[in-house]
């Protein structure tokens, strides 16, 4: 019997358990955290698949394209079958409006579709003179509460293991299980000492506008991006912030900032604010380690540090550190639990 311990319950650790489950069907895999559902980053995220595959420093182009390949072969599938109720997929219609031109993302590639417009269909968008270019994009968002939930029944269903807590070391986990995955974000800095990852503070501002049904990205850091419920609208990128304190000027310029480039949002119901702070790490974290503890070796795979792509590029990432536990299992023989 193997026993598999993932710590954290954000999109990363969920989808690492539900993966794991997957792989090791006799296997007992616990889940522990001391934050769950909405008291996650995970919750609050727009959820759009756009991953920024050229600004990842430190993982190669090959293993990003990889990563976000697995992860759209699975999100494309919940989207477009009858599973789009409950997992939170939505095939979603939007605009990517630039000032400078860019380099073609390798995302694509991979999207339902991906098009550059020509300035003349900027104009009769009536779309703000600053913005020069624009793509137009097929891809899916993910209602973040659906999903997560979704990842949780998966998870619970299979037999899975929920326990609360904040683990203070990893002595706490020393001969208790074979294999420690480690999704704890920003945690990560306390639980093992990483000073790579920071936190990207970010700040939404949650309203109802259901007329408005393209999602719109800038950028100028601007953003509407509709979901089945509400709308979010931002945002900011500010590195090694860790207020978690919604700040009435940002919510002024996000809210000038967005009804700037898509004036149709004026009368949009405000909802509420939200804060949220990207686990960032160049590069994101999914390697293997086997950890000198004082009671002996523990064996632990990493997935943290996914920054502003840890939605679009969980699933698959999740899927790469369950090959690492396979290895590490066979590999490495445990301790007697
Ligand atoms: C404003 C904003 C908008 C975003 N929009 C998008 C988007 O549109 N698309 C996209 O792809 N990404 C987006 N992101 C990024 C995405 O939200 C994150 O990359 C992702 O949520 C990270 O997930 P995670 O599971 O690593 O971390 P988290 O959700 O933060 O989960 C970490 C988990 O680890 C646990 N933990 C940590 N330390 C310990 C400990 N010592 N003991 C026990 N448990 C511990 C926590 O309790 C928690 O359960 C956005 C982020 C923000 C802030």
Same mark, same amino acid.
Request: aromatic share 10%; glycine share 8%.
């Given at each position: 019997?193997?026993?598999?311990?993932?710590?954290?319950?954000?999109?990363?650790?969920?989808?690492?358990?539900?993966?794991?489950q997957?792989?090791?069907?006799?296997?007992? =895999?616990?889940?522990?955290?001391?934050?769950? !559902?909405?008291? &996650? #980053?995970? $919750?609050?995220?727009?959820?759009?698949? @756009?991953?920024?595959?050229?600004?990842?420093?430190?993982?190669?182009?090959?293993?990003?394209?990889r990563?976000?390949?697995t992860?759209?072969?699975?999100?494309?599938?919940?989207?477009?079958?009858?599973?789009?109720?409950?997992?939170?997929?939505?095939?979603?219609?939007?605009?990517?409006?630039?000032?400078?031109?860019?380099?073609?993302?390798?995302?694509?590639?991979?999207?339902?579709?991906f098009?550059?417009?020509?300035?003349?269909?900027?104009?009769?968008?009536? =779309?703000?003179?600053?913005?020069?270019?624009? !793509?137009?994009? &097929? #891809?899916? $968002?993910?209602?973040?509460?659906?999903? @997560?939930?979704?990842?949780?029944?998966?998870?619970?269903?299979?037999?899975?293991?929920?326990?609360?807590?904040k683990?203070?070391?990893?002595?706490?986990?020393?001969?208790?299980?074979?294999?420690?995955?480690?999704?704890?974000?920003?945690?990560?800095?306390?639980?093992?000492?990483?000073?790579?990852?920071?936190?990207?503070?970010?700040?939404?501002?949650?309203?109802?506008?259901?007329?408005?049904?393209?999602?719109?990205?800038?950028?100028?850091?601007?953003?509407?991006?509709?979901?089945?419920?509400?709308?979010?609208?931002?945002?900011?990128?500010?590195?090694?912030?860790?207020?978690?304190?919604?700040?009435?000027?940002?919510?002024?310029?996000?809210?000038?900032?967005?009804?700037?480039?898509?004036?149709?949002?004026?009368?949009?119901?405000?909802?509420?604010?939200?804060?949220?702070?990207?686990?960032?790490?160049?590069?994101?974290?999914?390697?293997?380690?086997?950890?000198?503890?004082?009671?002996?070796?523990?064996k632990?795979?990493?997935?943290?540090?996914?920054?502003?792509?840890?939605?679009?590029?969980?699933?698959?990432?999740?899927?790469?550190?369950?090959?690492?536990?396979?290895?590490?299992?066979s590999?490495?023989?445990?301790?007697?639990l």
């Amino acid at each position: 019997m193997v026993h598999i311990t993932v710590i954290g319950a954000g999109v990363v650790g969920l989808s690492s358990a539900v993966s794991i489950q997957r792989a090791f069907p006799g296997a007992t =895999v616990k889940v522990v955290a001391d934050k769950f !559902y909405d008291e &996650t #980053t995970s $919750i609050g995220a727009g959820g759009i698949f @756009l991953p920024t595959l050229k600004n990842i420093p430190g993982v190669p182009f090959e293993t990003l394209k990889r990563w976000s390949e697995t992860s759209w072969k699975a999100y494309s599938r919940m989207a477009t079958t009858d599973l789009a109720s409950t997992t939170g997929h939505t095939v979603s219609h939007g605009y990517l409006f630039h000032t400078t031109k860019t380099e073609i993302p390798l995302y694509a590639n991979i999207v339902f579709s991906f098009r550059e417009m020509l300035t003349e269909e900027l104009t009769r968008l009536g =779309v703000d003179t600053r913005f020069k270019y624009g !793509y137009e994009i &097929t #891809t899916i $968002i993910t209602n973040m509460r659906k999903y @997560l939930s979704w990842l949780m029944t998966q998870f619970t269903e299979n037999g899975g293991v929920v326990e609360k807590r904040k683990i203070g070391s990893l002595s706490e986990l020393y001969g208790h299980c074979d294999v420690v995955v480690n999704c704890s974000g920003l945690g990560s800095r306390q639980l093992f000492g990483d000073q790579l990852i920071y936190p990207v503070h970010g700040q939404l501002i949650k309203v109802e506008a259901p007329w408005v049904r393209d999602w719109i990205y800038t950028d100028t850091m601007a953003h509407i991006l509709p979901s089945d419920d509400f709308t979010v609208i931002g945002g900011v990128k500010d590195k090694d912030n860790w207020s978690m304190t919604p700040d009435s000027s940002v919510r002024q310029d996000i809210m000038d900032k967005c009804l700037q480039v898509w004036p149709a949002l004026k009368g949009a119901k405000v909802i509420g604010d939200w804060v949220g702070l990207r686990p960032m790490r160049n590069p994101v974290r999914l390697e293997k380690e086997v950890v000198r503890l004082p009671e002996g070796m523990l064996k632990v795979v990493h997935n943290y540090g996914h920054g502003s792509n840890g939605i679009a590029l969980s699933w698959g990432t999740a899927v790469e550190a369950t090959d690492m536990v396979k290895d590490l299992i066979s590999t490495i023989p445990s301790p007697k639990l």
